[in-house]
């Protein structure tokens, strides 16, 4: 069992950055690739950004490659995104979630455990 707790959220301007954590308990945290998912109001959850449980693969959609970067540090239990020219697009709540592989959850596919969220909100 997997718990994934995210921190990092807020309101900032066009352009600015954040960076998110998520903090996971359990002793099996290393075996998972993790991932970040996000949904905006009226919309449904999208893929942001996954790492492999090494750390040496990472997997972003078009929308934020180059601005957006996934790690993991497996010694804390933790993994972050680094969110770099953020745009009011990138308005969501932002879901931590362990899985299998990296493919798999660039497909939103068997993903085993999934954060509360936090919110992200980019104002113009």
């Known amino acids: 069992q997997v718990q994934l707790v995210e921190s990092g959220g807020g309101l900032v301007q066009t352009g600015g950055s954040l960076r998110l954590s998520c903090a996971a308990s359990g002793r099996t945290f290393s075996r998972y690739a993790m991932g970040w998912f996000r949904q905006a109001p009226g919309k449904e959850r999208e893929f942001v950004a996954a790492?492999?449980?090494?750390?040496?693969?990472?997997v972003y959609p078009a929308s934020v490659k180059g601005r957006f970067t996934i790690s993991r540090d497996n010694a804390k239990n933790t993994v972050y995104l680094q969110m770099n020219g953020l745009k009011p697009e990138d308005t969501a709540v932002y879901y931590c979630a362990a899985g299998t592989t990296v493919q798999a959850m660039a497909i939103m596919a068997l993903v085993n455990y999934w954060g509360q969220g936090t919110q992200v909100t980019v104002s113009s």
């Open positions: 790492v492999s449980w090494s750390g040496g693969d990472t």
